[in-house]
C-alpha cells in the first residue's frame, strides 16, 4: 500500500531538509510511496499544525515542529 507523506511548511530550508531526508527513509525502507508539500496554512490548520515543519503520514500528524534525521522517519514509516 503507498503511503502518503505530507511536508507541511512554508518552504524553508527546514522543510526542504526534512522532505529530503523523508524521500531518503521511504527509499531505503524500500515502500512505496507519494510525498507531497504542504504550504497552504488553511490545510495545516485543518491537520492541526501550528507549527512547522511537521510531518504527516497518510493524513496523521506524526511530527509537529521538530527537524527529523532518516533514522527518526524510518522509525515513524515502519510503526505506520
Known sequence: MK?????????CPKCT???EEAEKAAKALGIDYEI??????????KLGVMVTPSLAVNGKV??????????Q????????
Open 62 to 71: 506524526k511530527s509537529v515542529g521538530k527537524m527529523l534525521n532518516m533514522e
Open 73 to 80: 522517519i524510518k522509525k515513524i514509516l515502519s510503526e505506520d
Open 36 to 45: 507531497e508539500k504542504v504550504k497552504d496554512i488553511k490545510e495545516m490548520v
Open 17 to 19: 531538509k526534512l522532505m
Open 3 to 11: 503511503k502518503k507523506l505530507q511536508i507541511l511548511g512554508p518552504g
